[in-house]
């Protein structure tokens, strides 16, 4: 069989066998859960209810704030105790409304009756898709009913299913290709309605054999859908790294992945799509991976969004140790959790607990001018020069770079031999351009805005003389 791949990038310690073989377990977990109206790309959604509301689950407890925004449902059912800010993965409060699970878990009227979906509309699929508050559910959190509407279906070549799950200790995904399948192929049937050019690809790592053969036969007999077997390595499954792999084509950051005539879904995003389409069912759910050397009884659970990752991990035993780090997400790109009462949201993906803080074990020392971040980078940059002008806040040196190119991956650092931190520089030198543009963006719009006022003026003073001289 072909295997598939792209220049650059690193094989890190897999460290799935401590929960690829655990099957997915359905948690119901009482107490309170917290719904952030910021859960996607795109402006917050705007919330609907009040304090002292009860809903349902399936409800909606925010609208979309804007056409890249997603609508924010109800998990569970009983009684809204607050809207306010709390805090989130990034450290940060967000506004949230707080529901207090009544157990009951009532669900809005409509929820769950099967629908045939061959025939509805192109309109009436994207409405339902929106309506779910599907986002990307691999990480990003790009709202799915806007990934759904390019410019021109038919130019839409290849629609690819990630199942690559490159990311280390990761096997959430693995275990929804084992189990759920059907769904999987389902929402790729449904995607695949809208776009009549386009084939479709279920993309997954030959480190998993079995997901191959099970989604091989699955389709069989399906003439628009095949599956690829990805050589492992992250950042495989990397949007930009996906499409390149898979058809051979190149995007960047200033392109889309329609400008390629490529659309790329993770697995579990199909299968909310089967769910919400199909079954009538929003998203309410997701299937985590808790896992870590420091963790109790590493699994994969079915878990409703909003309730705390602290939860959840008291439910998967607590911890066996002490965990000296806690990353909301896999190792390589997750970010470190400062407490685990932070909700499980619609990108979550993981909690991973390590017994060992590799980075800080482990000192960082001057580059040795080994060349291998280069070699690794699957961007094509240059790290040693990156981190040279943003260390001196050479902001248009690091642009000249093309550093805002970097992914924030993460394999760079991961090869250093020096362990310096070449991620986290990248990542507060690419804010600090996004920061700057802002502000040059703000300034430009003031010295038009005068400039048309000065333009206005002085017409209307030429008028007025014009006036005086004719009388």
Excluded at 188 to 199: D, G, R, T, V, W
Excluded at 254 to 282: E, R
Aim: aromatic share 6%; hydrophobic share 40%.
């Amino acid at each position: 069989m072909k295997l598939f791949t792209f220049k650059g990038g690193a094989h890190p310690n897999e460290g799935k066998a401590l929960s690829e073989n655990c099957g997915i377990r359905r948690l119901e977990l009482p107490g309170e859960y917290v719904f952030p109206v910021s859960q996607h790309i795109g402006a917050p959604a705007k919330p609907l209810v009040a304090a002292g509301d009860r809903v349902l689950a399936g409800q909606k407890l925010a609208e979309a704030g804007g056409f890249i925004s997603a609508d924010v449902l109800s998990s569970v059912s009983g009684t809204v105790k607050a809207v306010e800010p709390r805090m989130q993965v990034s450290g940060f409060p967000v506004m949230s409304v707080v529901v207090e699970n009544d157990g009951l878990y009532e669900t809005a009227p409509g929820i769950g009756e099967k629908r045939d979906w061959q025939g509805l509309t192109k309109e009436e699929i994207r409405q339902i898709v929106r309506d779910a508050g599907i986002v990307g559910l691999g990480g990003a959190g790009f709202p799915t009913a806007v990934k759904l509407m390019p410019k021109n279906d038919e130019a839409i070549d290849y629609f690819i299913a990630n199942g690559s799950e490159c990311e280390p200790f990761l096997t959430s995904d693995y275990r929804m290709l084992m189990e759920e399948g059907e769904r999987i192929v389902g929402g790729l049937e449904i995607c695949l309605s809208l776009f009549p050019n386009a084939k479709g690809i279920i993309a997954i790592e030959d480190n998993k054999p079995e997901a191959i053969s099970r989604m091989e036969k699955l389709v069989s007999g399906k003439e628009r859908i095949e599956v690829a077997s990805l050589k492992t390595k992250y950042p495989e499954g990397g949007e930009r790294q996906l499409i390149n792999a898979v058809t051979g084509r190149y995007i960047n950051s200033g392109m889309l992945p329609a400008d390629a005539g490529c659309i790329v879904d993770n697995v579990a995003t199909l299968a909310a799509i089967y769910d919400a389409v199909a079954m009538s069912t929003p998203l309410m759910e997701k299937v985590i991976t808790i896992t870590g050397d420091a963790v109790a009884e590493p699994a994969n659970v079915q878990v409703r969004l909003g309730i705390s990752y602290k939860a959840v991990l008291e439910a998967c035993g607590g911890l066996k140790t002490e965990a000296k780090k806690l990353i909301c997400g896999g190792p390589m790109m997750g970010q470190a959790l400062f407490e685990l009462a932070c909700p499980v949201t619609k990108p979550s993906s993981a909690l991973c607990a390590f017994a060992h803080d590799e980075v800080a074990e482990n000192p960082t020392t001057p580059c040795i001018r080994c060349g291998r971040c280069v070699e690794a980078c699957p961007e094509f940059l240059v790290p040693p020069m990156m981190v040279k002008a943003a260390t001196h806040d050479d902001l248009a040196g690091f642009e000249a770079l093309n550093g805002m190119e970097c992914m924030e991956c993460g394999t760079c650092a991961y090869v250093c031999p020096a362990r310096r931190p070449l991620t986290q520089i990248f990542k507060q030198a690419r804010k600090m351009v996004m920061a700057d543009r802002k502000i040059k963006a703000a300034e430009k719009k003031q010295r038009e805005e005068h400039e048309a006022a000065a333009k206005r003026e002085a017409e209307q003073k030429l008028a007025a003389d014009k006036a005086a001289e004719t009388v």
